[in-house]
């Protein structure tokens, strides 16, 4: 028999889709990705983008507290056991995707630690392949696989993530090592723009890095930029490296000058954001849903989660370039399993 939903994804919008569809007794089967080292090297690994951070400040209904008693009773020991310490001081990225996980798991969703690699929405059911090559027919599909933050590829990049490295300054902006200290932001888009702007908020300055001698941002999003008085642009330069420590973490950046290699300039920061773009991952799905310019999934019904293939609906940040928030994917995941499950009931699943 075909499964009824089948959610791709382990981010916040699959686990709210999972939990949501679990409650509604359609038992979900949830693909929540392979741990493989392809995945570690782009950021893909199962839990999403959130399990990359530290700690989560603006999740609704985590104030800051020690949850280590919460944590050790809710989660399953097989997968506390390898948890890293918890910190005494609100919850985690990666805490909060365990207990999302382990709360979609109660409710009886299935899960499988594995990448899907092939769909087919020709024809219903459709054909869900993963990477152990084993088909499954679904009768819906929620697709919930996140884009994945654009990084520069440097060595020192991957070092420091989680130690002033971070690709949403709305996110980890706030966090007291970025308090009053000189930052370092990288892109000249749109992006960019609105995430330096945003860091004047705790930063004492911020360098905006540019590889060319204007931005490629709205003139409107630039000439923001460029007002702030806290926001220092550093024209035609790149990256050359993240500098840091082991116990501190990011302590700077050394730039180098695109118009003379040999030219280099060493900045003070306590950290680093890259802000040039995100990639949805959506290679799996082979060109059968519709996205829009940017490579996001689009959603086909106004304020609704459907695709252009009837029976598949989207959630979370591979259909978002707008927000990327947790808690807009997790909303989303929710929107999503009740498209699916409405559907359902619909086309006489039910």
Same mark, same amino acid.
């Given at each position: 028999?075909?499964?009824?939903?089948?959610?791709?994804?382990?981010?916040?919008?699959?686990?709210?889709?999972?939990?949501?569809?679990?409650?509604?007794?359609?038992?979900?089967?949830?693909?929540?990705?392979?741990?493989?080292?392809?995945?570690?090297?782009?950021?893909?690994?199962?839990?999403?983008?959130?399990?990359?951070?530290?700690?989560?400040?603006?999740?609704?209904?985590?104030?800051?507290?020690?949850?280590?008693?919460?944590?050790?009773?809710?989660?399953?020991?097989?997968?506390?056991?390898?948890?890293?310490?918890?910190?005494?001081?609100?919850?985690?990225?990666?805490?909060?995707?365990?207990?999302?996980?382990?709360?979609?798991?109660?409710?009886?969703?299935?899960?499988?630690?594995?990448?899907?690699? *092939?769909?087919?929405?020709?024809?219903?059911?459709?054909?869900?392949?993963?990477?152990?090559?084993?088909?499954?027919?679904?009768?819906?599909?929620?697709?919930?696989?996140?884009?994945?933050?654009?990084?520069?590829?440097?060595? /020192?990049?991957?070092?420091?993530?989680?130690?002033?490295?971070?690709?949403?300054?709305?996110?980890?902006?706030?966090?007291?090592?970025?308090?009053?200290?000189?930052?370092?932001?990288?892109?000249?888009?749109?992006?960019?723009?609105?995430?330096?702007?945003?860091?004047?908020?705790?930063?004492?300055?911020?360098?905006?890095?540019?590889?060319?001698?204007?931005?490629?941002?709205?003139?409107?999003?630039? *000439?923001?930029?460029?007002?702030?008085?806290?926001?220092?642009?550093?024209?035609?330069?790149?990256?050359?490296?993240?500098?840091?420590?082991?116990?501190?973490?990011?302590?700077?950046?050394?730039?180098?000058?695109?118009?003379?290699?040999?030219?280099?300039?060493?900045?003070?920061?306590?950290?680093?954001?890259?802000?040039?773009?995100?990639?949805?991952?959506?290679?799996?799905?082979?060109?059968?849903?519709?996205?829009?310019?940017?490579?996001?999934?689009?959603?086909?019904?106004?304020?609704?989660?459907?695709?252009?293939?009837?029976?598949?609906?989207?959630?979370?940040?591979?259909?978002?370039?707008?927000?990327?928030?947790?808690?807009?994917?997790?909303? /989303?995941?929710?929107?999503?399993?009740?498209?699916?499950?409405?559907?359902?009931?619909?086309?006489?699943?039910?």
């Amino acid at each position: 028999m075909p499964e009824k939903v089948v959610v791709i994804g382990s981010g916040p919008a699959g686990w709210a889709a999972c939990i949501y569809t679990s409650r509604a007794n359609l038992e979900p089967l949830c693909f929540e990705g392979a741990v493989t080292e392809e995945n570690r090297l782009q950021g893909t690994l199962p839990l999403g983008q959130l399990a990359l951070t530290t700690e989560v400040e603006n999740y609704p209904g985590f104030p800051n507290g020690n949850l280590n008693a919460y944590l050790d009773d809710s989660i399953d020991e097989s997968k506390r056991k390898y948890m890293a310490p918890h910190l005494g001081e609100g919850v985690s990225g990666p805490e909060l995707m365990e207990l999302m996980r382990q709360q979609a798991i109660n409710f009886g969703t299935k899960v499988v630690t594995d990448d899907i690699v *092939d769909v087919d929405f020709s024809s219903h059911p459709f054909k869900i392949t993963p990477a152990n090559g084993e088909t499954v027919e679904a009768l819906t599909v929620i697709i919930a696989t996140g884009a994945r933050a654009n990084y520069l590829g440097l060595d /020192s990049e991957e070092r420091f993530k989680n130690m002033g490295v971070s690709a949403c300054a709305v996110c980890d902006g706030a966090m007291p090592r970025f308090r009053n200290q000189p930052l370092v932001v990288v892109g000249g888009g749109d992006s960019a723009m609105e995430e330096g702007t945003f860091l004047t908020k705790f930063a004492s300055k911020v360098y905006l890095v540019h590889r060319r001698d204007e931005f490629r941002a709205s003139k409107i999003m630039a *000439d923001r930029a460029l007002a702030n008085e806290k926001i220092e642009v550093k024209w035609n330069s790149v990256i050359d490296e993240v500098l840091g420590d082991d116990e501190k973490g990011v302590t700077g950046v050394r730039i180098r000058s695109t118009l003379d290699e040999n030219q280099t300039e060493e900045l003070d920061a306590t950290g680093y954001f890259a802000a040039i773009g995100h990639t949805p991952n959506i290679n799996f799905l082979k060109g059968q849903i519709e996205t829009n310019d940017k490579g996001y999934i689009q959603w086909k019904v106004p304020f609704r989660t459907n695709t252009n293939v009837d029976g598949v609906f989207a959630a979370g940040d591979v259909a978002d370039d707008h927000y990327k928030q947790a808690i807009t994917a997790a909303g /989303s995941g929710c929107m999503a399993a009740l498209d699916a499950e409405r559907w359902l009931v619909d086309k006489g699943f039910d």
